[in-house]
Structures are given as structure tokens and as C-alpha cells.
């Protein structure tokens, strides 16, 4: 069992696609266990996009996450990383394959939707950044 980190950007909350989304990941067979509508702090959007520090579209990148909420969610499942990355399609919309988030909604590499860690340590790394473990649940799916 894994966990990831997916965050619908201020794009998708504004554009309405949180539900859309969701119901994409939920057939998917994957199990949500934390979510919340939030604004990202400047503190949190560096940490989050460390990596991108000093490349041409960083400070874009600031200024986008944090212009508006975003609907943060941590999925659990079998390998959840992949799953989830599956679903959302390459960062360019016009690279993504149809059938996929950014394939089906998205034009833009900056304005791209959604946000899903790209590896197990990010995808802990990135959970601690925006949830305290109080607010994430566990259950086991009966169903
Ligand atoms: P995201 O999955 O949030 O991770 C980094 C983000 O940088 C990426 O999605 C894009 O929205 C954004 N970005 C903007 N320009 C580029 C670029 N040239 N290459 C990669 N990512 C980019």
C-alpha cells in the first residue's frame, strides 16, 4: 500500500473540475484518506517546488499556486504513485493522451490542473508539507 499527494490547482477548483477529478481517481480503484479546500502559503510553495528553484518558470509557478485554493487530497492504494500519474497525463496538455486529465481538460504546461507526486519519497515528503497525520484517515475498504 502507498500513499501520494495530489492537489487540483487554482485552475481546476476555478474551471469546477474537483468533482470530475475525484470521480476519476475513486473508479480508479484508489482510496482517499484527506482532503481540503486551502490556500498555499509562500513557505509551502517553495518547499513544494524546491527542485524547480532557479528555472525559468519558478517564480511562475510561486505565483500560480498560491493565487488562489486549491483542493489538497492524499490517495492511498497499490502503487498509487503510478496509478495517479497514469490518470493525470504528461505536464504539457498537449502532450497528454485524451482520456487522461490534462489530455481531456488542459492546453497549458504552467495552467495544468493537478499536481501528483512523481515518486514514493516525494509523495511523503509532499503529505507533510500541506497535511498534519491527525488529518489524514485510515480505513481498511470492505467493499
Ligand atoms: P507540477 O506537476 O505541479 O510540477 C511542476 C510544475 O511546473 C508542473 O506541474 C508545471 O505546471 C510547471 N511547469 C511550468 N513550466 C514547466 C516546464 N517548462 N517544464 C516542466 N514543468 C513546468
Known amino acids: ?7 487540483v490547482k487554482p485552475d481546476g477548483v476555478q474551471r469546477g473540475l474537483i468533482g470530475d477529478i475525484v470521480g476519476r481517481l475513486e473508479r480508479k480503484g484508489l482510496q482517499l484518506v484527506g482532503a481540503k479546500l486551502m490556500h498555499v502559503s509562500l513557505e ?4 513544494h517546488y524546491a527542485e524547480h528553484e ?3 518558470f519558478y517564480e511562475r509557478l510561486l505565483t500560480f499556486i498560491t493565487s488562489g485554493p486549491v483542493f489538497a487530497m ?3 492504494g497499490d ?3 503510478a496509478a495517479a500519474r497514469q490518470l493525470i497525463g504528461k505536464t504539457n496538455g498537449l502532450e497528454a493522451a485524451p482520456g487522461t486529465i490534462r489530455g481531456d481538460y488542459a492546453i497549458h504546461t504552467n495552467y495544468n490542473l ?3 507526486s512523481d515518486s514514493h519519497d516525494n509523495a511523503e515528503r509532499e503529505i507533510g508539507i500541506f497535511f498534519r497525520e491527525s488529518e489524514l484517515t485510515s ?3 470492505v467493499i
Open 79 to 81: 502503487d498509487a504513485v
Open 114 to 116: 493537478i499536481h501528483g
Open 74 to 76: 492524499v490517495w492511498q
Open 139 to 141: 480505513y481498511e475498504k
Open 1 to 7: 500500500m502507498e500513499r501520494t499527494y495530489l492537489m
Open 44 to 47: 509551502q510553495a517553495k518547499k
Open 54 to 56: 532557479g528555472k525559468d
